[in-house]
């Protein structure tokens, strides 16, 4: 089982397991130099960072590098003001130096002791880093560490085990759920809604008032990194010349709101919704995991559509479209893959979209298997879904496709309302069709720009450029 608490995370962009994930990574080897070195770190010397496979092939793009530097200063994405990153890191930048958690400086220099190893791929998975400390007597402590998509961190040990061997002695939920077919059977059994289901699982571990009080923090962030999204202008970081283009579209749409135009204004709405956050994400702003930072625009656009469009909003009805959206996450997550740099963008766009067409298909009052079947439709067609990002930027085509993943996934949602949740695929074998899909793609598709729109785009820039990423923005 993974936990809602999990599944969404308030962070930093561009990117999930590119930026959040090894600053969280960073934040664990302070931790685990806590424990070797008995507190004291005063006995380091130097350090050094290696990153592999995607992490390297796009860190730049990605402001990997930026992200593991701030982890190592002491910095968490929840809690990080992004607006302060040159200060942040203006000791290393103009002194080489590093205060080391805040506690201990040593001598550092980017441009030596960051080692990118772009063609060298871990066997356990394409976004891997490395992280060493050198003493003053020659010793050595070495952790390395996967961001598996999502902001979720797994070190050398936890990549060995086998997260879904858990059984449902050992889990801390009355109603774990491995399948889609479980999670129906449980909702059937139980008399409950998945919404429902989720919330006694949660309950398990938090109390009521945590878990409220954590949706509603979910649901603001979105809210304000749309509302944000929608008031700046400019070109967006990172050398591309991309612009923004969600204040124009808002000012026009501001102009024509309630005009009668048989109902196409809400998906321009939608369109904007999306193209506010990934913009924001691109700049290196603060948004939710949705469940990655590439995809984090899709849930949010989705749910300001129920805000704005559908009469019976409520608040209730959002932690509700949250609780259902994580469970399906969940499945995705634990029978396949949210990591673009694994299975490519559908297991980020497509993922979102199913989740979002989950959500919206329950506060629309869809039946268990209507949600399930919303959430199958938006998957299905999202399969194959390549990750190319030009220039290793999550500007293009990521922006764009989020804004097209959540009008398919309100159109998904209705397509399962209209029916009466029988499908001939299930979504148990949609998520592995996505899984088996993703092992048969390339790896010049996952997250690597080194393939489609990254080599043949007209305005291309390389993968490795000047700019330190999100202390840009």
């Given at each position: 089982m993974i936990s809602v608490f999990d599944m969404f995370k308030i962070g930093v962009g561009p990117s999930s397991s590119h930026t959040v994930g090894p600053?969280?990574?960073?934040?664990?080897?302070?931790?685990?130099?806590?424990?070797?070195?008995?507190?004291?770190?005063?006995?380091?010397?130097?350090?050094?960072?290696?990153?592999?496979?995607?992490?390297?092939?796009?860190?730049?793009?990605?402001?990997?590098?930026?992200?593991?530097?701030?982890?190592?200063?002491?910095?968490?994405?929840?809690?990080?003001?992004?607006?302060?990153?040159?200060?942040?890191?203006s000791l290393i930048y103009h002194h080489k130096k590093m205060n080391l958690g805040g506690r201990h400086l040593i001598d550092f220099d980017e441009k030596t002791d960051i080692l990118w190893y772009s063609d060298v791929t871990?066997?356990?998975?394409?976004?891997?880093?490395?992280?060493?400390?050198?003493?003053?007597?020659?010793?050595?402590h070495t952790r390395t560490y996967f961001s598996v998509g999502g902001g979720f961190v797994l070190d050398d040990v936890g990549i060995k085990e086998n997260l879904q061997t858990q059984t449902e002695t050992t889990s801390p939920y009355p109603y774990p759920f491995e399948m889609a077919t479980d999670l129906s059977r449980l909702c059937?059994?139980?008399?409950?809604?998945?919404?429902?289901?989720?919330?006694?699982?949660?309950?398990?571990?938090?109390?009521?008032?945590?878990?409220?009080?954590?949706?509603?923090?979910?649901?603001?962030?979105?809210?304000?990194?749309?509302?944000?999204?929608?008031?700046?202008?400019?070109?967006?970081?990172?050398?591309?010349?991309?612009?923004?283009?969600?204040?124009?579209?808002?000012?026009?749409?501001?102009?024509?709101?309630?005009?009668?135009?048989?109902?196409?204004?809400?998906?321009?709405?939608?369109?904007?919704?999306?193209?506010?956050?990934?913009?924001?994400?691109?700049?290196?702003?603060?948004?939710?995991?949705?469940?990655?930072?590439?995809?984090?625009?899709?849930?949010?656009?989705?749910?300001?559509?129920?805000?704005?469009f559908i009469p019976t909003f409520s608040y209730q009805g959002v932690r509700e479209f949250l609780l259902v959206a994580g469970a399906i996450g969940a499945l995705i997550k634990q029978?396949?893959?949210?990591?673009?740099?694994?299975?490519?963008?559908?297991?980020?766009?497509?993922?979102?979209?199913?989740?979002?067409?989950?959500?919206?298909?329950?506060?629309?009052?869809?039946?268990?298997?209507?949600?399930?079947?919303?959430?199958?439709?938006?998957?299905?067609?999202?399969l194959g879904l390549t990750c190319d990002p030009i220039g290793g930027l999550v500007q293009v085509p990521c922006i764009e496709r989020n804004a097209m993943a959540s009008v398919k996934a309100i159109n998904a949602a209705r397509l399962a309302l209209r029916g009466d949740g029988i499908h001939h695929v299930s979504l148990d074998k949609v998520i592995l069709t996505m899984k088996e899909t993703g092992l048969d793609m390339m790896d010049k598709y996952k997250e690597t720009a080194r393939g489609g729109l990254a080599i043949h785009a007209d305005n291309r820039i390389p993968s490795v450029f000047v700019g330190h990423g999100f202390s840009q923005c």
């Open positions: 600053m969280v990574a960073s934040g664990q080897f302070l931790v685990y130099l806590d424990e070797v070195l008995a507190g004291e770190f005063g006995g380091i010397k130097k350090i050094q960072i290696a990153l592999y496979g995607s992490l390297s092939a796009t860190g730049k793009g990605h402001a990997t590098d930026t992200a593991v530097l701030l982890g190592l200063l002491g910095h968490e994405p929840r809690t990080i003001d992004t607006t302060r990153t040159d200060e942040y890191l871990l066997p356990q998975h394409p976004n891997a880093m490395s992280l060493t400390v050198i003493l003053a007597d020659g010793k050595t059937q059994t139980h008399g409950c809604s998945i919404s429902e289901l989720m919330m006694k699982n949660e309950l398990a571990v938090r109390t009521e008032d945590e878990i409220k009080e954590y949706l509603n923090e979910i649901w603001e962030v979105m809210q304000a990194c749309v509302s944000e999204g929608c008031q700046k202008d400019g070109i967006l970081p990172g050398g591309l010349g991309v612009k923004r283009r969600a204040k124009n579209l808002y000012d026009q749409l501001s102009k024509e709101y309630g005009k009668s135009d048989g109902g196409l204004l809400a998906m321009d709405w939608v369109n904007l919704y999306a193209l506010a956050v990934n913009e924001q994400n691109a700049s290196g702003g603060r948004v939710v995991t949705a469940p990655t930072n590439g995809a984090a625009g899709i849930i949010p656009a989705v749910l300001h559509y129920y805000r704005g029978n396949a893959s949210i990591s673009g740099a694994e299975v490519g963008c559908q297991g980020e766009v497509g993922s979102a979209c199913a989740m979002a067409a989950a959500g919206l298909a329950h506060v629309l009052g869809g039946t268990v298997a209507q949600c399930l079947n919303a959430a199958e439709i938006g998957l299905e067609h999202n």
